[in-house]
């Protein structure tokens, strides 16, 4: 009986190759993948003398390896390099750096909005900011969202409310 074979109990496959399933009269016993296992001629290709291996394959897999080796190289490499493509065009992000926050400050901006009456996107668009960032603000993530200072400093000054920690 092969190795891994999937029929029953004997050496008799039924006559199906024991890799995709073919019937085919012509089976031959071949090592595959260190398996002893009856397979048609298309399968049979797969052998591990026809690789020119003898054991699993690993002459053939060091180019792969080598090359994965050297991609993973290259995305460390890249991920060390300093990459502002991601920045938006014309921002300069250090003229408009993000102050030390109070720790309640979405709570604030949230009360101190609705307590004006304005809805979101209506104070964001007074503001001329996107709404996304002032969501942010609210949630309490303006630094993780990017939100530059002068987004809070605005929203100090229209909801006259203290956001920076001083």
Known sequence: MAKYSTG??????GGSCELCGATDASLQTVNIAGAQLQVCASCA???DDAKGTSGGGAPDDEPSREKRAAQNAARIHDAQQADA???????DYDDDQLPYLVTDYGRRVTEARQDAGLQREELAEELGVDESELLAVEQGRATQAGVGGSVITALEDRLDVELADT
Not at 8 to 13: L, N, P, Q, R
Not at 85 to 91: D, I, K, P
């Open 85 to 91: 493509s991601h920045w938006e065009e014309g921002a």
């Open 8 to 13: 029953g109990g004997s050496d008799d496959t």
């Open 45 to 47: 290709q797969h052998r």
